[in-house]
């Protein structure tokens, strides 16, 4: 819903812990076909007690539209990310 004083969207409370919702900018990450796509800048409301994230209906369309422009996609540019192998052998358990 929208806050009618602010003019913006109003995220409420946490469904988790019941904490006023903050408004931030967060990233999401999708795997599509195996690749991993990463919407940056994204308006969401955030706990800023238990971390739980909740993203109004349009931001989430938007999102969507974004995750199915391929050509977009192929002209974003790339990041790189750690990929580390578990190895078994390591672990000290
Ligand atoms: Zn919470």
Redesign the pocket.
């Given at each position: 819903m929208i806050n009618t004083k602010t003019g913006e969207y109003d995220y409420g409370e946490?469904?988790?812990?019941?904490?006023p919702m903050v408004r931030r900018l967060i990233k999401q990450d999708f795997y599509i076909c195996g690749e991993l796509i990463v919407v940056e800048d994204v308006p969401a409301g955030v706990?800023p007690?238990?971390?739980?994230k909740v993203v109004s209906a349009d931001i989430g369309k938007g999102v969507l539209e974004l995750i199915n422009n391929s050509e977009r996609i192929a002209k974003a540019p790339r990041i790189s990310v750690p990929a580390i192998k578990f190895d078994l052998e390591e672990m000290a358990f």
């Amino acid at each position: 819903m929208i806050n009618t004083k602010t003019g913006e969207y109003d995220y409420g409370e946490c469904e988790v812990c019941d904490t006023p919702m903050v408004r931030r900018l967060i990233k999401q990450d999708f795997y599509i076909c195996g690749e991993l796509i990463v919407v940056e800048d994204v308006p969401a409301g955030v706990c800023p007690h238990c971390g739980e994230k909740v993203v109004s209906a349009d931001i989430g369309k938007g999102v969507l539209e974004l995750i199915n422009n391929s050509e977009r996609i192929a002209k974003a540019p790339r990041i790189s990310v750690p990929a580390i192998k578990f190895d078994l052998e390591e672990m000290a358990f």
